[in-house]
């Protein structure tokens, strides 16, 4: 039976470090298995290897994911999809798809029967993070720039489910094709961790730092300027700033106060039970140790922020820093590029020269060439004509000889003998 992984999310849990390494490392061999990513599109067409990697590179993000429509899913795209990346693919290709989003659609899934009737194995990929500190980074992902206060938004995702971790992992185990789910907490190296969820070897890969979150002093700017940050799904511009900008400022600002907190623990605390079983064996004793996902304390140390004036001078300082730092550094880039193509100019140039003397060259022996093809044709003229010449006098020459037989068996020829030996004889008397 053919396999499928799908890595489901969850969101703000290192989703796109993830996304990032399985495009630019496509594949990955393992044993006798090739572990290939692919992204399916929205009208159902897909990519994969150089031409995915190239498409990577040219987004603004860095990598590609599939798309974020609901409708993807419940029209039969993901689906149809999937089962013409399976046909199309060699049996030993193990078909990979992620987004994060996913997580939290398993019902979709679910009423749209994207996996009945499939000759598939489907292995879940699923990282996760405390909740508290989840609701925090997701605030300033999502909630921040949405039209909800604080409060409001932690209601409706709690209501939703969406870090109810142990719960999305059981309804995706539930799937009659799921031969298993595995979580993993993202405070360990996701890229390490998806390697050991394939059985790869895993080498010390330096985790793919992505979509980190922006430093407070950036935040600040952006809700002032929401040009920059329409909505919550359009950190187009954060992106971008990602791939130029190490930002070494302040992290996005702690909006949870105590009495959140314990909402949070307390509304999760079910759901995080339930989780512990979805860990390899390895980390349950971690997880289970780790008093962020059950103990209040863990928090105590953080100071919840102004929503507002949550910035300094000190944070406007270092952002102002890091953007100075980040021009300096385009602009040695820049220069370095300029010096390389001037060198490549200089280098074409020459060969430009080059070419033009070999041109040249070339010229002439093709004129001496043509020279030598003319003379040639003259002599094979010339010995034509001394061919057809020869063939003339052997003609002429055999045409004497044919008359010469004749005149020697005519009776003349033998009348005249006895003439000329007369001849010879008075001749041979009037010399002596």
Excluded at 7 to 32: A, R, T
Excluded at 116 to 122: D, R
Excluded at 366 to 386: A, G, H, I, V
Aim: with cysteine.
């Amino acid at each position: 039976m053919r396999k499928l992984i799908l890595h489901i999310g969850g969101g703000k849990c290192g989703s796109s470090s993830l996304q990032k390494y399985l495009s630019i490392n496509n594949s990955n061999q393992v044993n006798d298995k090739k572990y290939q990513y692919f992204c399916i599109y929205e009208d159902g067409t897909f990519s994969t290897g150089k031409d995915l990697v190239a498409l990577a590179q040219k987004s603004v993000h860095g990598y590609l994911n599939c798309p974020a429509s609901q409708t993807f899913v419940t029209d039969g795209t993901l689906r149809n999809s999937i089962i013409t990346i399976i046909s199309q693919s060699a049996e030993h290709v193990v078909p990979i798809l992620s987004f994060e989003g996913w997580a939290s659609d398993w019902r979709l899934f679910a009423e749209n029967n994207v996996f009945a009737g499939l000759e598939i194995s489907v292995e879940v990929l699923l990282y996760v993070r405390p909740p508290v500190e989840w609701f925090n980074s997701a605030w300033w992902q999502w909630g921040a720039w949405s039209e909800m206060d604080l409060e409001q938004w932690i209601d409706g995702e709690l209501s939703s489910g969406s870090c109810f971790w142990g719960d999305i992992a059981e309804q995706w185990g539930k799937f009659e094709n799921c031969r298993r789910v595995m979580a993993y907490d993202v405070k360990h190296n996701v890229i390490q961790l998806f390697c050991e969820f394939i059985g790869a070897s895993i080498n010390p890969v330096e985790p793919l730092r992505i979509n980190v979150g922006s430093p407070r002093a950036l935040l600040g700017f952006l809700l002032r300027n929401r040009k920059y940050r329409s909505g919550p799904h359009d950190p187009r511009y954060e992106f971008l700033l990602e791939r130029y900008v190490r930002f070494s400022g302040k992290p996005a600002p702690w909006v949870l106060d105590r009495q959140t907190q314990a909402k949070i623990l307390e509304e999760t605390k079910s759901s995080n039970r339930k989780l512990i079983k979805y860990f390899p064996e390895k980390y349950r004793d971690l997880f289970l140790n780790d008093p962020r996902w059950s103990d209040i304390e863990a928090y105590k140390d953080r100071v919840v922020c102004d929503s507002e004036n949550f910035s300094s001078l000190e944070d406007y300082d270092r952002l102002t820093a890091d953007f100075t730092d980040a021009i300096k550094s385009l602009s040695e880039t820049l220069s370095d590029e300029k010096e390389k193509t001037q060198q490549l100019e200089r280098q074409n140039s020459i060969l430009e020269h080059q070419n033009s003397r070999l041109e040249s060259q070339n010229s002439f022996f093709e004129n001496q060439n043509s020279r030598l093809e003319r003379q040639n044709s003259l002599l094979e003229s010339k010995t034509c004509l001394l061919e057809s010449q020869n063939s003339f006098f052997e003609s002429q020459n055999s045409l004497l000889r044919d008359q010469i037989t004749q005149i020697k068996s005519s009776s003349a020829w033998r009348l005249a003998k006895p003439i000329r030996s007369v001849e010879k004889r008075l001749k041979r008397i009037w010399a002596s």
